[in-house]
């Protein structure tokens, strides 16, 4: 059965940083586009960052750009969401998802499987 499982999550003070993980059971993660996406209450799901199937390119949200970046570890099964300079406005549910082509994409219905999520919040 395919699985995806997000950690990591937690408050954090304004300015730190965390490191998200999502791991795949189930399935191999080598033949997947993998994207972060957040979703804060009231607002509609948005895509943060997305790395391609083989790692070789990623897409950015312009609001997390020089902030967070994205790494996948295939032999872990594993993909890394690692963010630093963390806002207020960073807190939301994050996700992790998948899509079985070679490029990347920030729109959610791209994307077939996903995560249960994992809480960020940010606040002092």
């Known amino acids: 059965q395919l699985q995806l499982v997000e950690s990591g999550g937690g408050l954090v003070q304004p300015g730190g940083s965390l490191r998200l993980s999502c791991a795949a059971s189930?399935?191999?993660?080598?033949?997947?586009?993998i994207g972060w996406f957040r979703q804060a209450p009231g607002k509609e799901r948005e895509g943060v960052l997305c790395?391609?199937?083989?790692?070789?390119?990623?897409d950015y949200a312009d609001s997390v750009k020089g902030r967070f970046t994205i790494s996948r570890d295939n032999a872990k099964n594993t993909v890394y969401l690692q963010m630093n300079s963390l806002k207020p406005e960073d807190t939301a549910i994050y996700y992790c998802?998948?899509?079985?082509?070679?490029?990347?994409?920030?729109?959610?219905?791209?994307?077939?499987?996903w995560g249960q999520g994992t809480q960020v919040t940010v606040s002092s």
């Open positions: 998802a998948v899509r079985a082509f070679r490029l990347c994409s920030l729109s959610p219905g791209d994307f077939s499987s």
């Open positions: 790395i391609s199937r083989n790692g070789g390119s990623t």
């Open positions: 189930g399935f191999t993660l080598d033949y997947y586009s």
